[in-house]
């Protein structure tokens, strides 16, 4: 049975910083792209950032571009996302996702419950 569980959210003030993470039981994450989404209260899911299989390359969305950085240990089988300079609009639940392919491909149809991120003073 696939299990990812995400970690690391909270309340922290604007500035602030948080580490999310990912652990997947039953699943390799290492053998698949894998990203993290948001989806804060009344608005559509984003697409936060996303690390490749293959060599690793990293991609993120313009709006936490130099803020946040995706990272995975394979020994661990769990993905990282650090965010720095956190901002009121980067409240959201967080989850972590793994998709078909490569970063540009479709959503595997594995969720776990997420983790709430909430910036605010």
């Known amino acids: 049975q696939v299990q990812f569980v995400e970690s690391g959210g909270g309340l922290v003030q604007p500035g602030g910083s948080l580490r999310l993470s990912c652990a997947a039981s039953g699943f390799t994450l290492a053998d698949y792209a894998i990203g993290w989404v948001r989806q804060a209260p009344g608005k559509e899911r984003e697409g936060v950032s996303c690390i490749s299989s293959s060599d690793g390359s990293t991609y993120y969305a313009n709006s936490v571009k130099g803020r946040f950085t995706i990272s995975r240990d394979n020994a661990k089988n769990t993905v990282y996302l650090q965010m720095n300079s956190l901002k009121p609009e980067d409240t959201a639940v967080y989850y972590c996702?793994?998709?078909?392919?490569?970063?540009?491909?479709?959503?595997?149809?594995?969720w776990g419950k997420g983790t709430l991120v909430t910036v605010s003073s």
């Open positions: 996702v793994a998709y078909w392919g490569t970063c540009a491909g479709r959503i595997m149809n594995y």
